[in-house]
Nanobody, 121 residues
Framework: VQLQASGGGLVQAGGSLRLSCAAS????????MAWIRQAPGKEREVVGA????????YYAESVKGRFSISRDNAKNTVYLQMNSLKPEDTAVYYC???????????????WGQGTLVTVSS
């Protein structure tokens, strides 16, 4: 499976961005998906995860109420809508696919290349 993330950029605090992750290759398998971010000097963090059906979702406490993860299996795409962005949301955001869903305990089998989100104060 190949994952292509897009949608990052520079935004002012309080603004919004929507990240997209398009999957190609062996997309017939039912993968759970997640967005994982890494900021300089910080540990990697699963900010949102979603089951294959979309019925189950997980959010890190730091983004609850501001971020929303969704997926369109017909388009093999997962999204991360980010609202009320804060400077501490600045990071490289990676999309990832896993063979099973387990909330925030996400074990990627495949990674995308990452997209940079920069939030200015």
């Amino acid at each position: 499976v190949q994952l292509q993330a897009s949608g990052g950029g520079l935004v002012q605090a309080g603004g919004s961005l929507r990240l997209s992750c398009a999957a190609s290759g062996s997309t017939r398998s039912k993968y759970a998906m997640a967005w994982i971010r890494q900021a300089p000097g910080k540990e990697r963090e699963v900010v949102g995860a979603i089951s294959w059906t979309g019925y189950s979702t997980y959010y890190a406490e730091s983004v609850k109420g501001r971020f929303s993860i969704s997926r369109d299996n017909a388009k093999n795409t997962v999204y991360l809508q980010m609202n009320s962005l804060k400077p501490e949301d600045t990071a490289v955001y990676y999309c990832a696919a896993a063979t099973y869903y387990n909330g925030g305990d996400f074990s990627p089998a495949f990674w995308g290349q990452g997209t940079l989100v920069t939030v200015s104060s």
